[in-house]
């Protein structure tokens, strides 16, 4: 079998690329469009309920639920020096000059340090302040109680590949949305 693979070249590769496409092409065609709609309404309930949850923590330190979502960000992007507000609004899916402004106001109240990147002073690098780390660790044992609520009958390891899943369609979706603006 592997010297007829060997011998066939690059014939065979093309065909096996071509029924690849095939077979992805014939799964798309099989997707019931009621599904699709029910997903996407799914997931954006999931979405209004994961952002009133957001509301309530950013609450609980005195944010908005915006301003909750980018130290997020910065907490999850952040490696030691600082990421650039472009990076950021990037995550969060703003534009940057909503994150300047925003990360002025938590600068303010103790939560950000924005700093000049050292290589390229047009750049802003965002870092969490202590205080912030302080106050988002007070929210610790809330948001384990609360993960485990939510997610209890779904399982770690399930969780963990819906959430590759959905990242797999985040790209897709990503790629559609590029499409569709450039008249598909």
């Given at each position: 079998?592997?010297?007829?693979?060997?011998?066939?070249?690059?014939?065979?590769?093309?065909?096996?690329?071509?029924?690849?496409?095939?077979a992805?092409?014939?799964?798309?065609?099989?997707?019931?469009?009621?599904?699709?709609?029910?997903?996407?309404?799914?997931?954006?309930?999931?979405?209004?309920?994961?952002?009133?949850?957001?509301?309530?923590?950013?609450?609980?330190?005195?944010?908005?639920?915006?301003?909750?979502?980018?130290?997020?960000?910065?907490?999850?992007?952040?490696?030691?020096?600082?990421?650039?507000?472009?990076?950021?609004?990037?995550?969060?899916h703003?534009?940057p000059?909503?994150?300047?402004?925003?990360?002025?106001?938590?600068?303010?109240?103790?939560?950000?340090?924005?700093?000049?990147?050292?290589?390229?002073a047009?750049?802003?690098?965002?870092?969490?302040?202590?205080?912030?780390?302080?106050?988002?660790?007070?929210?610790?044992?809330?948001?384990?109680?609360?993960?485990?609520?939510?997610?209890?009958?779904?399982?770690?390891?399930?969780?963990?590949?819906?959430?590759?899943?959905?990242?797999?369609?985040?790209?897709?979706?990503?790629?559609?949305?590029?499409?569709?603006?450039s008249?598909?």
């Amino acid at each position: 079998m592997h010297e007829r693979q060997a011998s066939c070249g690059m014939t065979c590769r093309t065909m096996q690329t071509k029924t690849k496409a095939e077979a992805r092409a014939s799964r798309a065609s099989t997707i019931d469009p009621d599904i699709a709609r029910r997903f996407a309404t799914a997931v954006a309930s999931v979405a209004v309920f994961l952002d009133e949850i957001r509301q309530f923590r950013a609450k609980s330190l005195g944010i908005s639920g915006p301003q909750f979502a980018l130290l997020m960000a910065v907490m999850d992007l952040e490696q030691g020096e600082g990421v650039s507000i472009r990076h950021v609004a990037k995550a969060v899916h703003v534009d940057p000059s909503f994150i300047t402004t925003q990360s002025k106001l938590l600068e303010k109240k103790g939560l950000i340090r924005r700093q000049v990147d050292s290589h390229d002073a047009r750049v802003v690098k965002l870092s969490l302040s202590d205080k912030a780390y302080k106050q988002i660790a007070g929210l610790a044992s809330e948001e384990r109680a609360l993960n485990s609520f939510i997610f209890e009958e779904i399982g770690s390891e399930a969780l963990e590949q819906l959430t590759s899943q959905l990242g797999e369609l985040q790209n897709r979706l990503e790629k559609a949305t590029v499409k569709l603006a450039s008249g598909l």
